[in-house]
């Protein structure tokens, strides 16, 4: 039993989908999942197992930023032995060729936080990346499905709310999709594990257009992504 989620060992799949709002994390399980059970409620940050075209597989909220999803990932690959994560979150697109409810997959997570410098002594700037045989499938999942996929590098960033806009502009200049604020952080501890991590999002707000969703949508309409997710999963 870990220290945040509570949870008794068997009582999580070796599969998790990880949202970060514990209210999506009970969506995806009622709308999707047979017979599911809710594992935890520690701190509010709601999990779930069920079946899904009958294999297991669970649904565990991670909060907001990387120091929250940090410690949920850790503790689903150290204490429960998970070998497959798939984030499902909300970004805010970048890039002007995306527009509202795209679907992302993130290849590979830049970010400002200094979290993996203090990890590597400051010395080495890790590159935080997908993995490639789950990131493969995604993709042809969402080609089975007809979803058009967007996949490409995004940013993890420290703060929602940002004093230097203009770093967005430069970072789209180099090609980076999105922002969103844990996958950096949820590829390096999937790593450090020898884990399966992959982020799905989809574009909840654009910060060229300041077009945005409700925060009902982000809780319950982002079926695209979650279905893409449960596929790859199983896969």
């Given at each position: 039993?870990?220290?945040?989620?509570?949870?008794?060992?068997?009582?999580?799949?070796?599969?998790?989908?990880?949202?970060?709002?514990?209210?999506?994390?009970?969506?995806?399980?009622?709308?999707?999942?047979?017979?599911?059970?809710?594992?935890?409620?520690?701190?509010?940050?709601?999990?779930?197992?069920?079946?899904y075209?009958?294999m297991?597989?669970?649904?565990?909220?991670?909060?907001?930023?990387?120091?929250?999803?940090?410690i949920y990932?850790?503790?689903?690959?150290?204490?429960?032995?998970?070998?497959?994560?798939?984030?499902?979150?909300?970004?805010?697109?970048?890039?002007?060729?995306?527009?509202?409810?795209?679907?992302?997959?993130?290849?590979?997570s830049?970010?400002?936080?200094?979290?993996?410098?203090?990890?590597?002594d400051?010395?080495?700037?890790?590159?935080p990346?997908?993995?490639?045989?789950?990131?493969?499938t995604?993709?042809?999942?969402?080609?089975?499905?007809?979803?058009?996929?967007?996949?490409?590098p995004?940013l993890?960033?420290?703060?929602f709310?940002?004093?230097?806009?203009?770093?967005?502009?430069?970072?789209?200049?180099?090609?980076?999709?999105?922002?969103?604020?844990?996958?950096a952080a949820?590829y390096?501890?999937?790593?450090?594990?020898?884990?399966?991590?992959?982020?799905?999002?989809?574009?909840?707000?654009?910060?060229?257009?300041?077009?945005?969703?409700?925060?009902?949508?982000?809780?319950?309409?982002?079926?695209?992504?979650?279905?893409?997710?449960?596929?790859?999963a199983?896969?």
């Open positions: 039993m870990s220290i945040h989620i509570g949870a008794q060992p068997g009582q999580i799949a070796q599969r998790v989908l990880m949202p970060g709002d514990p209210l999506r994390a009970k969506w995806i399980a009622e709308r999707y999942l047979e017979d599911a059970k809710c594992y935890s409620t520690v701190r509010g940050m709601l999990g779930f197992t069920g079946r075209q009958g297991d597989v669970s649904v565990q909220g991670s909060g907001m930023g990387m120091p929250s999803a940090s990932a850790h503790e689903l690959f150290a204490d429960y032995e998970v070998r497959t994560l798939i984030r499902v979150g909300s970004c805010g697109a970048l890039a002007e060729s995306l527009k509202l409810r795209d679907v992302v997959a993130a290849i590979g830049s970010t400002d936080s200094a979290m993996n410098r203090l990890r590597f400051g010395l080495i700037d890790y590159a990346v997908a993995d490639f045989g789950l990131l493969r995604a993709v042809d999942v969402a080609h089975r499905k007809g979803i058009e996929m967007h996949v490409g995004i993890a960033a420290d703060a709310y940002t004093d230097r806009p203009d770093l967005y502009d430069a970072l789209a200049d180099y090609g980076v999709l999105a922002v969103e604020m844990e996958s949820l390096t501890i999937a790593a450090k594990f020898r884990a399966r991590a992959l982020t799905i999002l989809t574009v909840s707000d654009h910060i060229k257009t300041g077009e945005h969703t409700s925060s009902a949508d982000r809780e319950q309409t982002f079926s695209q992504m979650v279905e893409i997710a449960l596929d790859t199983i896969a």
